[in-house]
């Protein structure tokens, strides 16, 4: 098994190096910013308890604004310029808490305790067995019923001359969701001068268990409900990917892309071998294994839409991303009015099903280590 090191001193100073790098090419952007930072606090609505949910709304100062509730740390929008300077939500999202109260498409969501699938709902650590709710199909998705999309986190503003926006905390008791051990979690999402959303995610544990953490956010780059994503194109860093089970689930092989309509090696428009993944529904839900496996900071993905110039980078420490161009999409309310392909998400992640999968980098946290990985999001435009 490939052991990964869960130690933050190597993704911090990548982070550092990131940024260091960045600084000079952004610097005339960072310079015309016409506001200062800031994060402000006001009501989403409350649950059927009573429970008030706060919404966060971060301005970097520069042009770009993000929404963000402490129900499920969810991020509601994202807004950027386009080419011509009019600004535009890219981010899906619903405009009331009781969309999210739903819950089907996992919008804007920090999702675990392990993101993606696991077979069965089943893995064994240490001899022992472990039960989990099979609620997608015959398989575990995104932490199970009631995952950390569907729990309120305490909260608190970041405010710093470097970056804005929320730290949200949660603990995960012993045996919720059928995962062992006690588990702290820290997520970070902060905007930056530069046009940066970064996402820092922490963890320690009392026992042994297994941890997937991911945002689900979907994008549309030329506006959030503007219609399908088949014209943006495409450049993942991967030259491999994992072919998956007639339920999703990695069949174990690391394949090639070269010559199949998985290759994004080059930038490709989403919608160009869209029709040939196969699939039922059609289209891409599959995890890509990142060239770069070092555990620093390094791209990832790159994204570029045509007719509002807007470009999105994503850069992060994890092994993998998972590709989807929301083939599950429907246009029902439960799916924020949205239509099949409509959307996209690229959820930097551990592979799907690692705890049984022997040949997989491990997603195990063991107690006395820290988990922690970090993924950029960088925004910019041509015109």
Known sequence: MMKRCFTPAAICLAAIVFC???????ETAAKGKKSPMSVTASEFGRLPDGTTIVKYTVDNGNGIKMELINY???MTSLTTPDKNGEATNINVGFDNLEGYLAGPPYFGATVGRYANRIAKGKFTLDGKEYTLATNNGPNSLHGGIKGFDKVVWASKKIETPEAVGVQFDYTAKDGEEGYPGN?????????????????DYTATTDAKTVLNLTNHNYWNLAGAKSGKNYDHTLKLEADKYLPV???????????TVKGTPMDFTSFKSIGKDIQATGGDP????????????SGKLALAATVK????????????????IQFYSGNFLDGSDANGGLNQHEAFCLETQHYPDTPNQKDFPTATLEPGETFHEVTVHKFSVEK
């Open 20 to 26: 260091a790098s960045g600084l000079q090419a952004e």
């Open 72 to 74: 499920g740390a969810i």
């Open 183 to 199: 588990l702290k979690v820290t997520v970070k999402y902060t905007l930056t001068p530069k046009n940066e959303l970064v996402m």
């Open 245 to 255: 089970d007639e339920t999703l689930i990695p069949t174990g092989e690391f394949a």
């Open 282 to 293: 059609v289209g891409y839900d599959h995890c890509y294994v990142l060239n770069d496996q």
């Open 305 to 320: 839409e045509p007719t509002s110039g807007r470009v999105m980078e994503v850069w992060t420490t994890q092994p993998g």
